[in-house]
């Protein structure tokens, strides 16, 4: 078992930024790969971003490509996702989950957080 609790949500205007942390717990986190994704009221699931278990490769949703960044330190057991220029449509509900590869299909993962509120201003 994996526990993930993410944190560093929050209300910011357009153009702001925020980084979000997912602490993981439990079982060797250095074995899984991460990833974020998203959901916005009324709307499905989105992938956002992932990461291989070693940090070496990542792969990014298009909407999101130049402005977010994930990130992790297997030391410290946390994924980030930094978040620049922001915009109103990123608001949504952020979740991390661990998984055996790092790919964009919710059901690749196994353990999910419980999400963490991002709200994005005009």
């Known amino acids: 078992q994996v526990q993930l609790v993410e944190s560093g949500g929050g209300l910011v205007q357009g153009g702001g930024s925020l980084r979000l942390s997912c602490a993981a717990s439990g079982r060797s986190f250095s074995g899984y790969s991460m990833g974020w994704f998203r959901q916005a009221p009324g709307k499905e699931r989105e992938f956002v971003a992932a990461i291989a278990w070693s940090g070496g490769w990542t792969v990014s949703a298009d909407s999101v490509k130049g402005r977010f960044t994930i990130s992790r330190d297997n030391e410290k057991n946390t994924v980030y996702l930094q978040m620049n220029s922001l915009k109103p449509e990123d608001t949504a509900v952020y979740y991390c989950?661990?998984?055996?590869?790092?790919?964009?299909?919710?059901?690749?993962?196994?353990?999910w957080g419980q999400g963490t509120q991002v709200t994005v201003s005009s």
């Open positions: 989950a661990a998984g055996q590869r790092a790919v964009a299909g919710p059901r690749g993962y196994d353990y």
